[in-house]
């Protein structure tokens, strides 16, 4: 069965360094906010963010159901559970609906410009396109999830440490994920 170009593309530069942990720390980001959001069902996330050294989480969590959410979610990948690295609220399937959306509002309305079309009936075309662009954009975001922003792959990672920063209501944890000794 063929393979994407970008999926266990040895040489890609999508599989080296420092991308590389980005796409882990973002897919045990997703598999983390997933775990917490079905154990935990009054937790208010608003949010995370990955890059290199592991991943913030916004909103109200306990620490340790965090670390235990981190575990778990570790462990599901480690054993194969790659799905979890997809999340449907993930930033990328919103940046790919809205680009899409836009890219389809413009090509429409140079279109009905071209034709001379009254701005009356340019507006419902480029409501219908935008429409078309935004449902369009869902499945492009996950492909994007699965293909390039994540990478389910983190049988080389464990949990380093979970450290709490909260100013009022705001609460903030920043996830630190290292490579295990070989």
Do not use: K, W
């Not at 419902?124 to 396109?129: T, V």
Request: hydrophobic fraction near 45%; proline fraction near 3%; include cysteine.
């Amino acid at each position: 069965m063929p393979t994407s170009r970008f999926v266990n593309a040895g040489s890609s530069p999508l599989n080296a360094g420092i991308i590389r942990r980005i796409r882990q720390n973002h897919a045990v980001e997703h598999a983390t906010i997933t775990v917490l959001m079905a154990r935990e069902r009054d937790v208010s996330l608003l949010g995370g963010r990955s890059n290199h050294r592991g991943f913030h989480v916004y909103g109200q969590v306990e620490t340790a159901a965090l670390e235990a959410a981190v575990a778990e979610a570790l462990a599901r990948l480690q054993g194969g559970e790659a799905g979890l690295a997809i999340h449907p609220n993930c930033g990328t399937n919103l940046v790919a609906s809205g680009t899409l959306a836009g890219l389809a509002v413009m090509t429409t309305t140079a279109i009905a410009r071209r034709r001379r079309a009254s701005v009356v009936d340019r507006i419902p075309l480029g409501i219908l396109a935008a429409t078309a662009g935004i449902i369009a954009g869902r499945p492009v975001g996950f492909r994007l999830q699965r293909n390039v922003t994540t990478l389910a792959d983190v049988s080389d990672l464990r949990l380093g440490s979970i450290t709490r920063r909260q100013i009022g209501r705001f609460v903030q944890h920043f996830v630190t994920l290292e490579a295990m000794p070989r």
